[in-house]
């Protein structure tokens, strides 16, 4: 049984050695050898950790104003802006797991994120949107769009700023039905009273 194993082994090794005389084992060898001496940036900053964290306080901050636009495939179809209370939510977050061998992740959920994300308005669970099967871009930062030319511009909007700010205060407060009337006034201020 030992002879076996030996000759085993001896004709891998043969096998091996054989391997690395041709070309391409050589060509895999010097591969190997220029990543084992190449030299690497170590990251000094962990920024990296700084956003996921960044993004979890403001994925945990229930009066949070998400702006979130919505854009129609039809190019000639009206980009819609609604805001958001608190975060979107994926559609394949569930709180309970099918499957024993899964942990959940950071926000105590199980799943990934699907292919559709939902949230709520500042009025709560009687003002819902779904963002399935539609491009979406969504900031806490108000932004104002245009597509009709060629370039895209991006700034921030004074107006739905400051309401967005009154919004959250009134949602701190505990009055979801005036921070929505106060967004609702300037979405229709900033579009012309449509």
Excluded: H
């Excluded at 500042?122 to 009709?148: A, H, I, M, N, W």
């Amino acid at each position: 049984m030992n002879k076996r194993k030996i000759l085993v082994i001896a004709l891998v090794v043969f096998v091996l050695l054989l391997t690395a005389c041709t070309p391409q084992g050589q060509a895999q060898q010097e591969a190997i050898n220029r990543a084992a001496n190449r030299e690497y940036y170590i990251p000094q900053n962990d920024v990296e950790a700084r956003n996921y964290n960044w993004r979890l306080e403001i994925a945990d901050d229930p009066s949070l104003i998400l702006w979130c636009t919505f854009f129609p495939q039809n190019p000639s179809s009206p980009m819609i802006t609604v805001p958001i209370m608190g975060k979107l939510t994926s559609g394949g977050k569930r709180p309970f797991s099918g499957d024993v061998n899964l942990n959940p992740a950071s926000d105590g959920m199980y799943g990934s994120s699907g292919e559709y994300r939902y949230g709520f308005g500042p009025s709560g669970k009687f003002e819902y949107y779904d963002f399935y099967g539609v491009e979406t871009f969504c900031t806490t930062v108000p932004l104002t769009f245009q597509r009709e030319k060629t370039i895209i511009v991006m700034e921030k909007d004074p107006i739905l700023t400051a309401a967005g700010q009154q919004a959250q205060q009134a949602l701190q407060a505990g009055d979801p039905d005036l921070a929505n009337q106060i967004l609702l006034d300037a979405i229709n201020q900033v579009q012309g009273g449509q």
